[in-house]
């Protein structure tokens, strides 16, 4: 409406006189530009119905939905499933710690297992990593990211499942580059080519 004066304008005087069930069946000049109108409104709105963010949404609610990824062993050894940092109870150390470098190629590990959206001030990536087998067990999971950095996640989704390095995600600043790949590796969502311990 506040786009487009059409949508403000008033309804005819006598729109209720020829709509409604009790009209459905009569033939008047009144009912058919009335109906002819409507149509023409309709069709005008799609030009302002937010699709792109409504599919999003469809797309995060999907991602909630969805098991978790199958991951192979090599997958696992590639990522923070295999390789992620923790506590060592035995040595009383942090083992597992992962260096990654701005030559470090990574991809996701799935492709369909995340969803960007932009909410408000930033942009969240959805993902199912850490759903469970109960449904809905678990909120909505995301990364959120600042609108700067969300060209790094659409750069691994274009380029899946082909590899790309850190270096060459569309980020001016390496070290954005850098807290945008360890942030996505240490939630899961990406991968390396190599198990970060091995030589590439």
């Not at 001030?121 to 469970?132: A, I, R």
Request: glycine fraction near 4%.
């Amino acid at each position: 409406m506040s786009e487009d004066i059409e949508f403000r304008r008033g309804l005819p005087r006598d729109y209720l006189d020829c709509m409604g069930i009790v009209n459905m069946d009569k033939d008047s000049s009144s009912r058919k530009d009335f109906i002819k109108k409507v149509g023409e409104l309709v069709t005008r709105l799609v030009d302002f119905a937010p699709i792109d963010a409504a599919v999003d949404q469809r797309g995060a609610n999907f991602v909630h939905d969805a098991l978790p990824p199958l991951l192979t062993d090599e997958e696992k050894n590639c990522s923070a499933y295999g390789n992620g940092e923790r506590w060592c109870k035995k040595t009383k150390k942090v083992i597992n710690r992962v260096e990654l470098d701005p030559d470090t190629p990574i991809r996701l590990i799935r492709g369909n297992c995340l969803r960007v959206v932009a909410e408000e001030e930033t942009v969240n990536v959805y993902h199912c990593l850490e759903n469970t087998r109960e449904y809905h067990q678990v909120e909505p999971q995301f990364v959120e990211l600042s609108p700067e950095h969300a060209p790094a996640v659409e750069a691994l989704i274009d380029a899946y499942p082909k590899y790309m390095t850190i270096e060459n995600l569309p980020l001016e600043d390496e070290a954005e580059k850098m807290a945008v790949a360890s942030g996505l590796w240490e939630r899961g969502i990406v991968m390396t080519a190599k198990s970060p311990g091995c030589p590439l």
